[in-house]
Nanobody, 123 residues
Framework: VQLQAFGGGLVQAGGSLRLSCAAS????????MGWFRQAPGKEREFVAA????????YYADSVKGRFTISRDNAKNTVYLQMNSLKPENTAVYYC?????????????????WGKGTLVTVSS
């Protein structure tokens, strides 16, 4: 499956952005999807994930209550709505797919990655 994230940009602290990840290729609806981010000088970290049917969602503690992941299998797209953004949320955001549903989400178990989209939050 091929993935492409977009929707990043520059936003002031407290603002919102919605990222999208468009998928093509193999059956998108059979994959569990995740969002990860990598800030300068830091390791890539898990942000949020959603099961193949959308019935289960998972979040990093740092984004709970502010970020919402969703998907539209008819459009082969997964979204990340980001509210109340903070400067520390500045990073390149990546979407990724995996065929199984893990007990814990991390970058090492993902099968496919898209190119990232840069989110910059100014103070």
């Amino acid at each position: 499956v091929q993935l492409q994230a977009f929707g990043g940009g520059l936003v002031q602290a407290g603002g919102s952005l919605r990222l999208s990840c468009a998928a093509s290729g193999r059956t998108f609806s059979s994959y569990n999807m995740g969002w990860f981010r990598q800030a300068p000088g830091k390791e890539r970290e898990f942000v949020a994930a959603i099961s193949w049917g959308g019935g289960s969602t998972y979040y990093a503690d740092s984004v709970k209550g502010r970020f919402t992941i969703s998907r539209d299998n008819a459009k082969n797209t997964v979204y990340l709505q980001m509210n109340s953004l903070k400067p520390e949320n500045t990073a390149v955001y990546y979407c990724a797919a995996r065929s199984d549903l893990p007990n814990a989400w991390d970058q090492y178990g993902m099968n496919y990655w898209g190119k990232g989209t840069l989110v910059t939050v100014s103070s």
